[in-house]
């Protein structure tokens, strides 16, 4: 069964540190993975779309890393501002056909000034 | 602008009586879908449509309808509402060659009671 697993659940930082949130998955044929931002009560919005062949992807102070062979992924937030309080979505798609993706259940990152 | 529109966006209703609730796009995509998201469970999906006319039951369907008549519209029905329906309901659209690449609408806050 497709699974993507998310970590930590949740996670409190100060303004201005660094923070990274991992995503693993068994999702297969694996096609492409994106992580989303999802602000309390709003819907999800694309941050990062990341393919087989690529290791590393940016937006901004959003950094996305996929290691293919061990089924990981990160997100790392540099410098941290208050608006990046939110939910992180994985969400998984696999080859073929389906237009099902398996979502992560996210992690509620909360920045304090 | 390019959007997935939702209405409405809040609605307070009784156990048993029917509702729909709407969803537009007008990014002419082929593949729009219905989740529910509830506390710790993330994002679950309800009923998904590849196109006109072809419709397809996700991982919660039970007390739900949908239909595709029109490529921009995907209202979600609740025949008969019970409070385990109580949640937030987002809408969602992606095309054929973006697979993963949704853009979600506002959302709409439901509670049965």
């Known amino acids: 069964k497709n699974q993507v697993e998310q970590s930590p659940q949740s996670l409190i930082i100060l303004e201005g540190k660094n923070c990274t949130l991992q995503?693993?998955?068994?999702?297969?044929?694996?096609?492409?993975l994106r992580w989303y931002k999802q602000d309390t009560g709003r819907g999800p919005v694309s941050l990062t779309i990341?393919?087989?062949?690529?290791n590393t992807k940016s937006n901004g102070r959003y950094t996305a890393t996929l290691d293919a062979d061990t089924k990981q992924s990160s997100l790392h937030i540099t410098a941290s501002q208050l608006s990046d309080s939110a939910s992180y979505i994985c969400?998984?798609?696999?080859?073929?056909?389906?237009?099902?993706?398996?979502f992560g259940r996210g992690t509620s990152l909360i920045v304090h000034p | 602008e390019a959007q997935v529109t939702q209405n409405p966006r809040y609605l307070i209703t009784v156990t048993g009586k029917k509702l729909t609730v709407t969803c537009s796009q007008n990014?002419?995509?082929?593949?729009m879908s219905w989740y529910r998201q509830d506390p710790g469970l993330g994002l679950r999906q309800i009923y998904y449509?590849?196109?006109?006319?072809?419709?397809d039951k996700g991982d919660v369907p039970e007390g739900y309808k949908v239909s595709r008549k029109e490529k921009r519209n995907f209202p979600l029905i609740l025949e008969s509402p019970s409070p385990n329906q109580t949640s937030l309901y987002f809408c969602?659209?992606?095309?054929?060659?973006?697979?993963?690449?949704?853009?979600f609408g506002s959302g709409t806050r439901l509670t049965v009671v």
């Open positions: 969400v998984v798609s696999a080859q073929g056909g389906s237009y099902i993706p398996t």
């Open positions: 995503c693993n998955y068994t999702v297969s044929p694996f096609s492409n």
């Open positions: 990014m002419n995509h082929e593949y």
């Open positions: 969602a659209s992606s095309s054929s060659t973006e697979r993963n690449g949704y853009t």
């Open positions: 990341m393919t087989f062949s690529e």
């Open positions: 449509s590849m196109n006109v006319e072809v419709t």
